[in-house]
């Protein structure tokens, strides 16, 4: 028997959900936007992380190099909304040429090096990260004042000056985006450039992206777009080409921010099979609220029978 507490936990913490913005108590509002990112033509400028940072006034990583790789700021974090990774891959012959950048030395004579590769060739999949602004948002289930809220847009968005720096948002993320500023304990993220879309602008990072990775609009239309871009590729042979995050019945939902890889996520650093990690909360409350019962059960049990003795 279904009841009413598993319906709301369904709709609440993990089961399907059509209408975000309706769940968060908006009735009338615009279609849920997000990002379908298109990493088969990312080439690595970083221009998304100079205009997000430029436009948010977010800090400055440095400028050290990590020694493991070209790419100087390695993670998404509280002072990198979007991250441009740069995955070195050893070419072999199940490499399918897509014009990606490679390195390494030439192939023997007549040979092609995206099936043939010389010995310590790589090619660089890049991949420009964000936060996931996910259908089923852990990080604002376990916010204690009400730092995370969700926006009218269907994003997920932090507020500065609301954020105590308790931090539970931070392990709460099942895709290790928000975290805490050193420099003064409070948690940041990618807002979707939320003061850009109220006006009715575009987010910075799409904005100045040179090839259209980085795609901006209503959701729907978006996944409409990756699907035909998916089996573009697949007709030209791209078989590893694959959506993450496009799934609304996926482990969250649905991502607000999804992405066509060409490898496994594993590869880009993207868990395989993320779930919101509140799920299980009604589960869990259900348990302490049996067990609590049986305990005062008990206690009433032991009061009275040491009465009538």
């Not at 033509?41 to 440095?62: L, M, S, T």
């Not at 998404?76 to 040429?97: C, I, M, N, Q």
Request: with cysteine.
């Amino acid at each position: 028997m279904t009841t009413f507490f598993d319906r709301f936990t369904e709709r609440s913490l993990w089961g399907r959900l059509d209408d975000v913005q309706d769940d968060a108590g908006y009735e009338a509002h615009p279609p849920r936007k997000g990002f379908f990112t298109d990493t088969s033509v990312c080439i690595g400028c970083k221009a998304c992380e100079v205009a997000c940072k430029e436009w948010n006034q977010v800090p400055e990583d440095g400028y050290l190099l990590s020694g493991m790789s070209y790419d100087n700021t390695q993670a998404l974090g509280a002072s990198t909304w979007r991250h441009v990774a740069f995955v070195e891959k050893p070419l072999d012959v199940a490499t399918t040429d897509l014009g990606m950048p490679a390195m390494g030395p030439p192939p023997p004579a007549g040979e092609d090096q995206a099936t043939e590769s010389g010995e310590g060739s790589v090619r660089w999949l890049m991949s420009s990260d964000v936060c996931k602004h996910c259908t089923h948002a852990a990080c604002l289930d376990v916010c204690p004042t009400g730092a995370l809220f969700r926006t009218e847009f269907g994003t997920v968005v932090v507020q500065p000056d609301v954020c105590n720096g308790c931090g539970y948002c931070v392990p709460a993320c099942p895709y290790g985006v928000i975290d805490l500023r050193q420099e003064d304990g409070r948690a940041f993220k990618c807002t979707l450039c939320y003061d850009r879309l109220k006006d009715g602008q575009t987010p910075a990072c799409a904005q100045a992206c040179p090839t259209e990775s980085i795609q901006f609009g209503d959701l729907d239309e978006l996944r409409e777009r990756a699907d035909s871009r998916l089996a573009e590729l697949h007709e030209e042979g791209v078989d590893v080409a694959r959506l993450y995050g496009a799934d609304p019945d996926d482990g969250v939902g649905g991502d607000g921010a999804f992405f066509l890889l060409l490898d496994e996520p594993e590869v880009y650093g993207l868990p395989p099979d993320p779930v919101v990690t509140t799920r299980d909360l009604g589960s869990m409350w259900r348990h302490v609220g049996a067990a609590a019962l049986t305990l005062a059960g008990v206690g009433v049990a032991s009061f009275v029978g040491g009465r009538s003795s």
